[in-house]
């Protein structure tokens, strides 16, 4: 997903964090109830490249995605939520975070 994403390869370092996400679907699953499991994991890119990339969500909405420092992070809409304060702090083993955006 990463590489078809920036065009570059990337060697896992480790997995950093698993996200538990409730939700209530939209569009076409709307108000369907959803259970989500994400794993995060820590890369570092083989090669380096600049790159903005362009392109819409399944809605349509357009989206970029470029480097950012993590000083910021901040400045920008970002999701997950809880991953800018993540990124700013030292961690050390897997961290399990439970979102509930339900209500």
């Known amino acids: 997903e990463v590489f078809e994403e920036t065009g570059l390869n990337y060697e896992v370092d480790h997995l950093a964090v698993i996200h538990e996400n409730f939700f209530i679907g939209s569009s076409g699953l709307k108000g369907v ?11 570092k890119p083989m090669g380096k490249r600049d790159f903005t990339s362009h392109s819409t ?47």
């Open 57 to 103: 969500t399944e809605a349509g909405a357009k989206e970029t995605m470029h480097w950012l420092p993590i000083d910021e992070l901040d400045k920008c809409k970002a999701y997950p939520t809880f991953m800018k304060e993540y990124l700013k702090s030292e961690h050390s083993g897997i961290e399990h975070i439970i979102s509930d955006e339900r209500y």
């Open 33 to 43: 109830d959803f259970h989500e499991l994400t794993f995060y994991y820590m890369m």
